[in-house]
């Protein structure tokens, strides 16, 4: 095991030579070139920055399930020819009565695994509705498990649409992820003030084309401006949503200098759109978001290319934030700050500066007492660690990775880790030395030998750091990244660069008695 062609030796340096350049990249603050702008990131709890807990508001979409649900109860009891009465929705369930002759029937109905408001889920064995009966009253309410399935989809989307909102901002390294059944957890570092994250956070963005009425008929509602008190009376008919848009940008108006937000739809929505403005030439097209009417401006022409522009009293930032909104779509349900912190960066540094006093401590009475109980062998094990170190802030600079406060305790953890794998290896070289003469087959036997003792502690530590990376989350997962980056390094240095330093030692010394 001593033995290095010159392609190993030159590979082994090689690759701790453009590890270290990478590591030492962190000391510099080149951002122009995109391989020199490398650095390791800082978590929340370093460098501060912004932490929410959002809570998802299912109920709307509850609700508006089971108006969907009403629409399809009708039609099915139509074809099916139940007569009913008195069918409303009140409290998360639908409510109306039947003649005592049609219940069997609707019993039968509703247990049909194809009918149109029951969906039948397999991976469940249960039904996604049940039903109640109290003489000839009707009751429908979603089971537990329709229930799970709805909270389940509508943080799902949620969680997606957030992660495209902030990610669109251009926050760096954002950690969001779910927590139970209806929270998300977002932290933001780096980032000091959190309004304007808020405010994207606040907004629904569920986006409506509809026309302006003269008069307030049956199918109308009253609607203000989102800026002013200004009301106008507004059609229910949605011409075109939110659904069918394609792409949303920010731009200024080359004759007024205004901002204003240019906007494509699908093939469906251009269709649709394109009909309607065709229809309505004269009229007042209201472009509303989230209830509240942005623009209302006049249909002077047919648009037909699926293109338009919507326009307000916007500043570039309010219409940067809006094209933000529409183009990473519309939240299912509305979200609730319901825990927000802000970090900051003095406390970051405090970590910083304790973690560092920790790593330097731990380094240097490893590193005497490896002096005092090895001598020469204890400078190879210590040359060993520095480059470990070296190397591993040099991957975690290849990823990008964020460093947080539990992964710099994984870096600590790691010079033990290191430390272990020496000592293991050069017990076993002690013991051969006691027995052989050569000292060249003691060191390579003692290698051989510690090799299996070696490979087991590192290798299930490996393996409980990808459990904890999978399974867990934020910090945890720092934790896990540099204790298993770690692992690795130590391997390679223990395997290669300090077997390389200590090959050199015993053929330099292969005629003389070597106590250690």
Do not use: W
């Not at 052989?436 to 290698?447: N, R």
Request: glycine share 6%; charged share 20%; aromatic share 10%.
């Amino acid at each position: 095991m001593l033995y290095f062609s010159k392609i190993k030796l030159f590979t082994i340096y090689i690759i701790i030579i453009i590890l270290s350049f990478f590591a030492f990249l962190n000391f510099f603050n080149e951002k122009e070139n995109y391989l020199l702008s490398k650095k390791v990131n800082l978590g929340l709890d370093l460098q501060g920055g912004s932490y929410l807990l959002l809570e998802v508001d299912s109920k709307p979409v509850i609700d508006q399930n089971l108006q969907q649900k009403v629409l399809k109860l009708r039609k099915d009891l139509k074809n099916y020819k139940i007569k009913y009465q008195n069918l409303n929705l009140n409290n998360q369930s639908i409510n109306f009565t039947l003649n005592k002759k049609d219940i069997e029937k609707f019993t039968d109905y509703f247990l049909n695994k194809d009918n149109l408001i029951n969906i039948y889920y397999n991976q469940y064995r249960s039904y996604e509705m049940e039903h109640f009966i109290n003489q000839n009253n009707i009751r429908i309410e979603y089971t537990k498990f329709g229930l799970i399935e709805v909270m389940n989809s509508t943080l799902n989307q949620s969680l997606e649409i957030v992660r495209r909102r902030i990610d669109e901002v251009g926050t760096k390294d954002p950690t969001i992820v779910k927590r139970g059944n209806d929270r998300i957890l977002i932290e933001l570092p780096g980032l000091e003030d959190p309004n304007r994250i808020k405010e994207l956070l606040g907004k629904t963005a569920n986006l409506t084309f509809r026309l302006v009425s003269d008069e307030d008929a049956f199918g109308t509602e009253l609607m203000s401006f989102e800026n002013s008190s200004e009301e106008l009376i507004i059609s229910k008919r949605v011409i075109v949503s939110g659904d069918n848009l394609l792409n949303a940008k920010p731009a200024l108006d080359n004759r007024s200098n205004q901002a204003l937000v240019n906007f494509s739809f699908d093939r469906v929505g251009a269709k649709k759109f394109g009909r309607a403005t065709t229809d309505n030439v004269g009229k007042r097209l209201a472009i509303i978001l989230d209830n509240k009417i942005i623009s209302a401006p006049v249909i002077n022409e047919p648009i037909l290319g699926g293109n338009g522009q919507i326009t307000g009293n916007f500043t570039f930032q309010s219409a940067t934030d809006l094209a933000l909104l529409l183009r990473s779509g519309a939240l299912p349900a509305p979200l609730k700050i319901i825990e927000e912190r802000t970090v900051g960066p003095d406390l970051g540094e405090d970590s910083i500066k304790a973690g560092a006093i920790s790593l330097a401590i731990g380094f240097f009475l490893v590193i005497l007492f490896m002096l005092y109980k090895y001598r020469i062998l204890g400078i190879i094990a210590d040359l060993a660690l520095i480059f470990n170190l070296i190397i591993l802030i040099g991957i975690l600079t290849i990823l990008e990775a964020t460093l947080t406060l539990p992964g710099i305790a994984g870096i600590i953890l790691t010079v033990g880790m290191a430390v272990d794998a020496n000592v293991l290896i050069f017990e076993r070289i002690k013991e051969e030395l006691k027995i052989e003469k050569s000292t060249i087959h003691a060191f390579d036997t003692g290698y051989k030998k510690a090799q299996s003792a070696v490979l087991d502690a590192n290798i299930t530590t490996l393996i409980s750091a990808i459990i904890l990376f999978f399974l867990g989350s934020g910090p945890v997962k720092g934790f896990a990244v540099t204790l298993g980056i770690g692992i690795l390094t130590t391997l390679f240095c223990a395997y290669f660069f300090a077997r390389h330093l200590s090959s050199l030692y015993a053929m330099r010394n292969k005629d003389k008695q070597i106590s250690l």
